[in-house]
C-alpha cells in the first residue's frame, strides 16, 4: 500500500515510498539495485524506510535505473533537493578542509621537533608560526560554515558573536605559536 498525502489537491507521494514502489514494480531486491547503482543495500533500505535520502549522483542513478525523470522523483519532494544540496555541500567542504588541517600539522611537527633536528631560524620559526595563523582561519571559516553560524535569540545571524569567535582563535593560535616557538629554545636550556 502506497502512502499519500494531500497537498493543494494534488496527491504527493513521498520520495521513500515512490522508491520503494517501483523497486517492487520491477520485481529487484534492494540488494539488486544497490549493486546497478554502485551503493550499500544498507542505503537502498534507508531510503525506502525514509531514514535518509539518496545524494544527488545515486538520485540520477535511480531515474536511470527505473526510468523515471528526475523532475518526476524531485519536483514533488522539495525537502529531498534541499537534503541532497546540503549534503553535497558538506562533503566538499570536509575535502576542502583537509588541505589547511594537515598542512598546519606538518607545520606545528616542525617548529616542535626543532629539539631532535636543530633549531630554526628566528624568520624562518616566524614564517611558519604565521603560516599555521593562516591556515587555521580557513579551517574556522570551513567548521563555521559546516556546522552553521551561531544564532541570537530571534534566530538571525550574530556577527558580533561570530567575529568573538574568530578572534579568539587567532589570539589563541598566535599566543600557542609563541609559545612553541619558545619551546624548543625553554626546552635546550
Known amino acids: 500500500m502506497i502512502v499519500t498525502t494531500l497537498t493543494k489537491g494534488m496527491i504527493i507521494m513521498e520520495l521513500n515510498k515512490k522508491l520503494k514502489a517501483k523497486r517492487q514494480e520491477l520485481s529487484l531486491t534492494q540488494e539488486q539495485v544497490a549493486e546497478k547503482i554502485y551503493v550499500s543495500q544498507k542505503s537502498v533500505?534507508?531510503?525506502?524506510?525514509?531514514?535518509?535520502?539518496?545524494?544527488?549522483?545515486?538520485?540520477?542513478?535511480?531515474?536511470?535505473?527505473?526510468?523515471?525523470?528526475?523532475?518526476?522523483?524531485?519536483?514533488?519532494?522539495?525537502?529531498?533537493?534541499?537534503?541532497?544540496?546540503?549534503?553535497?555541500?558538506?562533503?566538499?567542504?570536509?575535502k576542502l578542509s583537509l588541505f589547511p588541517f594537515f598542512t598546519t600539522i606538518v607545520l606545528v611537527i616542525i617548529l616542535l621537533g626543532q629539539k631532535w633536528w636543530g633549531v630554526l631560524s628566528e624568520e624562518v620559526s616566524l614564517l611558519i608560526s604565521l603560516a599555521i595563523v593562516l591556515n587555521l582561519v580557513p579551517l574556522y571559516s570551513l567548521t563555521k560554515k559546516e556546522i552553521g553560524q551561531v544564532k541570537n535569540i530571534s534566530g538571525q545571524t550574530s556577527r558580533f558573536k561570530n567575529n568573538a569567535r574568530l578572534v579568539f582563535i587567532v589570539l589563541v593560535t598566535i599566543i600557542g605559536c609563541f609559545l612553541m616557538y619558545k619551546i624548543p629554545s625553554l626546552l635546550s636550556d
Open 45 to 94: 533500505s534507508n531510503w525506502e524506510t525514509g531514514k535518509s535520502y539518496p545524494d544527488i549522483e545515486s538520485l540520477v542513478r535511480l531515474a536511470t535505473l527505473y526510468e523515471l525523470s528526475l523532475d518526476h522523483l524531485l519536483l514533488e519532494e522539495p525537502k529531498v533537493v534541499e537534503e541532497s544540496t546540503e549534503q553535497t555541500k558538506r562533503t566538499v567542504l570536509k
